[in-house]
């Protein structure tokens, strides 16, 4: 098992720049890909940005690319989502997940074995 702990959320003005952190533990040396998901109020949890645990390989959210930055410290088994320039429509519970099955950078949350609790994010105009 994989326990996840988020952090780093909170109010920001809209062109303004957040750091989330991801803090894995437990049986972490299972860990193939980390991802970060958001949900919106009344809406589905969607995809923000994944990452190969091993080799660094990324991808993004089209509504994300060029904002947000995914990135890991596997010394401290930590994933990091910065995000730069962010808009009103950003704002959502985010939320940090693990795949244990492959290195497969999925895009669909049932495709991801662990989670953390999430962090809000809200983004003012």
């Known amino acids: 098992q994989v326990q996840l702990v988020e952090s780093g959320g909170g109010l920001v003005q809209a062109g303004g720049s957040l750091r989330l952190s991801c803090a894995a533990s437990?049986?972490?040396?299972?860990?193939?890909?980390m991802g970060w998901f958001r949900q919106a109020p009344g809406k589905e949890r969607e995809f923000v940005s994944g990452i190969v645990w091993s080799t660094g390989s990324t991808n993004y959210a089209d509504s994300v690319k060029g904002r947000f930055t995914i990135s890991r410290d596997n010394a401290k088994n930590t994933v990091y989502l910065q995000m730069n320039s962010l808009k009103p429509e950003d704002t959502a519970v985010y939320y940090c997940?693990?795949?244990?099955?492959?290195?497969?950078?999925?895009?669909?949350?049932?495709?991801?074995?662990?989670w953390g609790q999430g962090t809000q994010v809200t983004v003012s105009s």
């Open positions: 437990g049986r972490t040396f299972s860990i193939y890909t």
């Open positions: 997940s693990c795949r244990t099955r492959d290195t497969r950078l999925a895009l669909n949350m049932r495709e991801y074995d662990s």
